[in-house]
């Protein structure tokens, strides 16, 4: 009788301290996932009547881009961002699913200035071993190129949520042109619009 009681007060520890480990690795998840991005900060805030207005800029390959101007109508703040939006089709109608990230204002010219660099200084030459480049925002988007050995090219690649493959969006190296293009539109735009 006292070996089941000792038995299963072993077995109700065990099951207390997974639980306690489970929870802290889903909170740890969330910070990791938890987005820095200060245009969304200022479009949560409490006590704000917010407008948002949309302007579709284009698209590279599956990445559509699109500036965002967010005004406070109380205080009459503006603020703008670039997001980009990518699609994932699963198997099934319902599976389908869009993931959206955004570059805070201060953070579009220094992607465009990383995707630049990538495309003047890094995609121009054959890597003796695979290699990646990447650049990341504070709201997890990611833009890169890696070295495909299989394929002997440099591919480009954005995933508008680095935490989940589904976000991403692979392409040619040679469309990084048109990308940093589309992101000069979008920060020109903003700029014109907040002022």
Do not use: H
Not at 33 to 53: D, H, P, R
Not at 138 to 166: F, H, L, P, Q
């Amino acid at each position: 009788m006292i070996f089941k009681i000792l038995t299963m007060k072993k077995f109700v520890l065990v099951l207390l301290a997974l639980s306690v480990s489970l929870m802290s690795f889903a909170q740890d998840k969330e910070q990791e996932n938890k987005s820095e991005s200060k245009t969304l900060e200022f479009m949560s805030k409490g006590g704000s009547l917010i407008k948002k207005e949309f302007f579709d800029i284009g698209s590279v390959k599956g990445v559509k881009c699109q500036v965002l101007i967010i005004t406070d109508l109380l205080s009459d703040t503006k603020m703008g961002c670039l997001r980009l939006e990518t699609r994932y089709s699963g198997s099934s109608y319902s599976s389908s699913q869009t993931y959206i990230g955004t570059l805070d204002y201060d953070e579009i010219g220094d992607c465009i200035a990383s995707i630049d660099y990538i495309r003047e200084n890094i995609i121009t030459s054959t890597p003796p071993t695979y290699t990646e480049t990447t650049y990341k925002t504070r709201d997890n988007i990611e833009v890169g190129t890696y070295y495909s050995e299989k394929s002997g090219k440099w591919m480009a690649y954005v995933y508008t949520k680095n935490y989940t493959s589904r976000s991403a969006e692979f392409f040619d190296s040679s469309s990084l042109l048109s990308l940093s293009t589309l992101m000069t539109t979008a920060k020109n735009m903003i700029t014109e619009k907040i002022q």
